[in-house]
């Protein structure tokens, strides 16, 4: 047992639904209890869809349990091929039926059904939504693709003369972060290089599209959470090449626009494809604060990766804190961490990423939908990078976050929740001011950030737990010089430096010391 009040991800079976909501012609039914229809909100109201997704349910209740369910099971499917007459039926147990073990695959597998069927494990209690939705696109793509494999170890044969070269975009999703915006930016980056797209799937592909893949020279593993098994299983088997590189950012637009040109032996110079007004912005007076702003970043990991790379390289912060609740990705993050001279994070209690934002004061952080709420109580600047998300994370304007639209959008966003330039100068000097001071938000985001800036980051957040250490009066006068934004991280440091050196009073004379230990 585990005490859980906020979850990073659902339930595996969400991530089946995830596919089959993003794909045309597939229906998924889903042995589950009474109440689990509670998915379909995500999709009409989260991503806001048109339609129902497609999936029946079983809806078993109490009563049900003292009589046949697997016949529920079996009129289920019976009514899903009728009704919906789909190219490929998915057939999954939810939580509370994998404990009845009635065997919906099996049952389907044996009940004579006039489509075909992709039976699915979803292990939900030790898996999640992540790991739901890569087993689900995986089972389909082997279902399908399996009999048009060659033997092992035939040689791919090489591009027909004059043919376009051709990739698949594999991983993207409903319910993914910014999805259908990075597909239409990284189609357009591939077309400006003369790269054709042959199947983008999951998301608005049919089982037919599926089978058209190998056609492709290369597969694109655009969101690894989702496409890394598929990726993985189309290149052993059909030797297809995996473009891995993740175009999020200006740097890893410009490295992916350089893997794809190796993998199909074509010649591009980068500078021509195209340019993103990041690299300008970043550079331009204005941005000089930006400069060794302590940034936090935890998310689902290939947007943890790519962002902390963005955050250092493109936009001159210092990456102080770097996580994910991946556990699939976990290796690939703390390997990113340790460029950084970090140890990674992994995990999916919010508790403890809180404790670390506690722990690290950044000036920011980028994150989930969860550390959007940790960092409002902590007083400090967030930006959503990752799912999960809210609604207002699926906008309605175009906001990709991939190839150079997309690190548009990125500076844009993380920019806007800080303090701007002028103002934090303002603050250093003028601290009394009626209007514009510390208990207050940034004044361009209205009062928007003033609740947060109430709960001043620095009264006590960092105080040590046997409250040994005292703060006399003259020295938390001092320490209210410093700007709200570095307050924090100044009290921690200041406290870490009185325990080390045995001291149980901090005078002014202690604030300092400690501000010129740790500038050392
Ligand atoms: S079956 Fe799983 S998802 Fe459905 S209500 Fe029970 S615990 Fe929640």
Redesign the pocket.
């Known amino acids: 047992m585990e005490l859980t009040l906020w979850t990073y991800e ?2 595996p ?1 969400v991530g089946a639904i995830r596919v089959a909501a993003s794909m045309r012609d597939v229906h998924l039914m889903l042995h ?2 009474q ?2 229809t509670y998915a379909d909100l995500l999709f009409t109201m989260i991503e806001r869809e048109g339609r129902r997704p497609p999936v029946t349910y079983t809806t078993f209740q109490a009563r049900d349990l003292g009589s046949s369910t697997a016949e529920m099971v079996i009129n289920s499917l019976r009514e899903s091929a009728e009704r919906f007459k789909p190219q490929v039926l998915l057939v999954a147990d ?4 994998e404990l009845i073990q009635d065997q919906p695959g099996a049952l389907a597998l044996g009940a004579d059904l006039p489509v075909p069927v992709i039976p699915l494990e979803m292990a ?1 209690y030790t898996r999640k939504e992540n790991w739901g939705a890569a087993e689900t696109f995986y089972q389909l793509v082997r279902g399908l693709l399996s009999r048009q494999a060659p033997p092992p170890g035939t040689e791919r044969p090489p591009r027909e003369p004059g043919a376009r070269p051709s990739v698949n975009l594999l991983g993207p999703t409903k319910l993914g972060f910014r999805c259908r915006d990075d597909v239409v930016e990284i189609e357009r980056l591939l077309s400006s290089m003369g790269v054709d797209v042959n199947v983008v799937a999951p998301l608005g592909a049919s089982p037919q599209d599926l089978q058209a893949i190998p056609k492709a020279d290369a597969n694109v593993n655009l969101c690894p959470e989702v496409s890394d098994l598929t990726c993985s299983w189309l290149a052993r088997t059909f030797g297809m090449p995996t473009i891995s590189t993740i175009p999020m950012g200006w740097g890893a637009t410009r490295d992916f626009i350089a893997e794809v040109a190796s993998a199909l032996g074509l010649d591009v110079d980068v500078d021509a494809v195209g340019e993103s007004r990041l690299p300008w912005y970043s550079r331009s007076i204005d941005s000089t604060y930006l400069t060794g702003k302590r940034v936090f970043v935890f998310a689902d990991g290939s947007h943890a990766i790519a962002a902390a790379r963005v955050a250092r390289d493109e936009m001159g912060f210092e990456v102080v804190g770097l996580g994910t609740y991946s556990r699939e990705r976990a290796r690939d993050v703390r390997a990113a961490a340790k460029e950084y001279g970090l140890e990674a994070l992994i995990t999916d209690n919010y508790l403890e990423v809180e404790a670390k934002v506690q722990e690290l004061q950044p000036e920011m952080v980028l994150g989930t939908q969860m550390e959007r709420h940790i960092a409002k109580r902590l007083g400090i600047p967030c930006a959503v990078i990752s799912t999960p998300a809210h609604v207002q994370d699926y906008p309605a304007r175009y906001s990709p976050q991939m190839g150079f639209e997309g690190a548009n959008v990125l500076f844009d966003t993380w920019v806007h929740p800080l303090i701007m330039g002028l103002e934090e100068h303002l603050l250093h000097m003028f601290r009394d001011d009626f209007e514009f001071n510390d208990s207050v938000g940034p004044s361009h985001l209205g009062s928007e950030g003033e609740g947060a800036r109430a709960q001043d980051s620095s009264s006590g957040a960092g105080q040590p737990d046997d409250g040994a250490i005292v703060w006399d009066f003259e020295a938390e006068k001092e320490l209210k010089k410093i700007p709200f934004f570095v307050r924090g991280k100044a009290r921690r440091n200041t406290e870490k430096f009185a325990v080390e050196h045995g001291l149980t009073t901090i005078e002014v004379d202690t604030l300092y010391d400690a501000k010129a230990h740790f500038s050392n």
């Open positions: 659902g339930p079976h589950s209890p109440g689990d939810s939580c509370t039926a939900a």
